[in-house]
Structure formats: C-alpha cells, structure tokens
C-alpha cells in the first residue's frame, strides 16, 4: 500500500524550530518530486515547498523561503520540513505529498507555535 | 488571497449536479496541468482530478474536470451526502515557480 506518514510536530515557542518528517512506504521515493502543504486552522491549503526526485532543486513559497528547509534522504524513504525562525503564523496541519500534482496525502502533522 | 480563485460555496439537493469554477491567469491554469482535491471534515485531502481532467483509480466518474484558458471546472453529478466537503483546485505557476491553490469551495448538498 502506497502510504505518507508524517511525524514530528508540536507546541513550539515563537521563534523556535521544529523538524518535521514523512515517512514513504509502498513506493520507491527517488523516483517522484515530493510536496509540503499546510493548512492553517480553519483555512485553506498553503503550497509550502517542494522538492526534485534528487534533492538538487528546491521551491518555496516567499513566506517560508530562508526560515524552512526541505531535504529528502530516498536511502530511507523519508520527506524532511526543518522549520527555523517560527510565528504564529506558522501554526497549522502540515502534509507531505507525493508528486507536484499531490496523488498521495499523508494524515498530516499538527505544529502550534504559541508561547 | 488566493492566486487561484473559487466560489466560496455550493449548494444543491441530492441527485442534482454542481460545478464548481477555478479562475486564474496565462502563469499558473493557462500553461499548466489543473488538480483537484476533495476534503472531508477532518480529514486529509484526496486527489479528485489530475491533468485538467483525468480521475484516478478509484474516483467516480460523477466527477469531472475540465479547463479552458485560464480557468477550470469542477463537476459533481448524482450528489450525494457523502460529497459533502471542501473543494480546492491548484496548479503550479510559472511565474511564481510555486504551486498554488484556490481558497477552496464547500458544497453543501441540501
């Protein structure tokens, strides 16, 4: 089964960090461009980052670009979100996604950035 | 504000069609492939449509996508209770050279 988990998010002061994970299985990760999108409490979806099926290219959106970082590790099937600098704006559900067209959705971790 | 840009909802009773429409501009629909996500309460998204109108394994043919130009259409025939959710279009935008999204559109079905 094709599957997206997603782990590591919390309660975090503002201007702390936060590194977020997700987890393939069911599929080779190195073969896809993979995708982070959030949603903010109440929101719609945010298209936060993504990244080549080789780590070599890397796209933000301007509102986390030089605060996030997304890294992929294909020997172990792992999606990486390392989140610096965080504001209450940051608070919200972060997916991981496969393709830039999204087919596979993780369950989504929860990040509160509160202090 | 959204870069794509959606009805805030949609209602009709059940067994009735809605569309639901995606405006954008020549940088983001008019030069590039259209998704759309359907979102239960709850829940994660779920990709509906991809490549303007292809459904993937699994996803009834009561919906349908289409593009023309700089928008996009989402339709829903046979609705059903359990169609009841949020709805968002993205595409990538060239000039942007990141994904975006539509606000979103909650249908409502009577």
């Known amino acids: 089964e094709v599957q997206l988990v997603e782990s590591g998010g919390g309660l975090v002061q503002p201007g702390g960090s936060l590194r977020l994970s997700c987890a393939a299985s069911g599929f080779t990760l190195s073969n896809y461009w993979m995708t982070w999108v959030r949603q903010a409490p109440g929101k719609g979806l945010e298209w936060v980052a993504n990244?080549?099926?080789?780590?070599?290219?890397?796209y933000y959106v301007d509102s986390v670009r030089g605060r996030f970082t997304i890294s992929r590790d294909n020997a172990k099937n792992s999606l990486y979100l390392q989140m610096n600098s965080l504001g209450a704006e940051d608070t919200a559900v972060y997916y991981c996604a496969r393709k830039n067209g999204m087919d596979v959705w993780g369950q989504g971790t929860t990040v509160i950035v509160s202090s | 504000q959204s870069v794509l840009t959606q009805p805030p909802s949609v209602s009709a009773a059940p067994g009735q069609k809605v569309t639901i429409s995606c405006s954008g501009s020549s940088s983001n629909i008019g030069n590039n492939y259209v998704s759309w996500y359907q979102q239960l309460p709850g829940t994660a998204p779920k990709l509906l449509i991809y490549d303007n109108n292809k459904r993937p394994a699994g996803i009834p043919d009561r919906f349908s996508g289409s593009k023309s130009g700089t928008s996009a259409t989402l339709g829903i025939t046979g609705l059903q209770t359990g169609d009841e959710a949020d709805y968002y279009c993205?595409?990538?935008?060239?000039?942007?050279?990141?994904?975006?999204f539509g606000g979103g559109t909650k249908v409502t079905v009577l």
């Open positions: 993205g595409a990538w935008d060239d000039s942007l050279s990141t994904g975006v």
């Open positions: 990244i080549k099926p080789d780590g070599s290219v890397k």
